[in-house]
Structure formats: structure tokens, C-alpha cells
């Protein structure tokens, strides 16, 4: 992905809108304090954050948390497969990061894990999981989670389509130690895949402590 220089002015009014109003929109009116139409335009494709900005919004809108968000819809704009670029823009409360700047990447990898299939710092590993195919149907799907061969209960929070790569989303029973003193590795397994290359994919998600 490359940053597109070129929206960083809009996406700034985007977040000067947000900041002057302390609300968040993706279709603000005319009457919003601070309004532009460059800037109202930029609401309607960006994921939007109030109360941080910077590497602090990234992680927020990552982690995904809110009881609202369980289809962790930020996320899914941010590990969209065919985003080739963004842009972004932030005041010291507001936070906007555009998200349909350009889809035209081609190198489709075989899945979107997060936390992904390798080795994840504890603080970047949130309560929520998703793996993400595109075109995928994943109503049927089935999640398995084992360490140290003992499975693990997961809840399936939501598997939908029509935002980003369709998803599916779950949450393990079992807390993480927030500070492991060894590398804890975590196997997932999700099945019962529909309109995708298998029907079944198996990882490996190895949480260390940075």
C-alpha cells in the first residue's frame, strides 16, 4: 500500500469537522461546526475515531472493542485485500483514516488472519479474531482453537459480508497472559468454508512478549 499524499488536506478538514463538533459522523450536514464538502466527502469513506489520533487510533481501530463493532468493521478496511492506498488525517482527539482511496492490488494473499499467522506482540493481540477470505461464505463456518493440545471454547461474534473481505469473528474463552513469560502458540482452525479455494484452513498465531 502507498499513502496518497494528495487526500491528506481533505482528510484533515474531516477531522477538524469531527474534533469541532466532539462527535463523529460519516455523513455530517452543512450545519456541522467547521464544515467543508471536501471534508464531509472524506466522513463518508474513512473509518473515523474520536478520543485519540496517531499510532493510538491505529490500535483502536484494530482492537475494535466496542460492543457495536463486532463485525470489527475498522479492521476489515485497514486488511482489506485489494487496498493498494490510504490516507489519513488527525487533530489531538479526532482521528480519520481513508479507506476507499484505491482497490487495485491483485496480489490476493490466501487469507486475512488477525492476529495473523506468525508472531504477534502480546499488546497487539485483541480479545476478537477474525480470518477474512474475499467472496467467501462463512454462515456455515465452524472456529477451533487449541493450546498445548487443549481446545479452547470459542463465541462466533459475527460472520458477514458486503464490508471489506467477508469475515468471520469469534472470541476465545481463555484470556491471554498480557505479559507471557515464554512464546504461547495458539492453533486455529476454521472450516465448514464455503465459495472459497478450501474449505478449511489451519494456522498457527505465536503471541511472544516484545
Known sequence: ??????????????????SAAGDLSHDPGP????YTAAGA????????????????????????????NQAVGHRRWLLYSKQSAFSHGS????AVIHVLVKAENTKIPEFIAYPPATWV??????????????????????VMMA?????????IVSSTEK??????????????????????VYTVTVSGI???PKSSYTYDVTVIKP
Open 1 to 18: 500500500c502507498t499513502l496518497d499524499a494528495s487526500l491528506i488536506p481533505a482528510q484533515q478538514e474531516t477531522a477538524l469537522m469531527m
Open 31 to 34: 450545519g456541522w461546526p467547521c
Open 41 to 68: 466527502d472524506g466522513a463518508k469513506k474513512s473509518n473515523l475515531r474520536w478520543g485519540s489520533a496517531g499510532s493510538e487510533a491505529v490500535i483502536a481501530f484494530m482492537a475494535d472493542d466496542e460492543e457495536y
Open 91 to 94: 487533530t489531538d482527539d479526532a
Open 121 to 142: 506482540p502480546r499488546p497487539v493481540v485483541f480479545f476478537r479474531w477474525s480470518f477474512s477470505i474475499p467472496g467467501a461464505d462463512f454462515s456455515g463456518a465452524q
Open 147 to 155: 493450546h498445548k493440545g487443549q481446545d479452547i471454547p470459542v463465541t
Open 163 to 184: 464490508v471489506a473481505d467477508n469475515t468471520i469473528v469469534w472470541e476465545p474463552s481463555a484470556s491471554i497472559p498480557s505479559e507471557p513469560a515464554v512464546d504461547l
Open 194 to 196: 464455503g465459495n472459497a
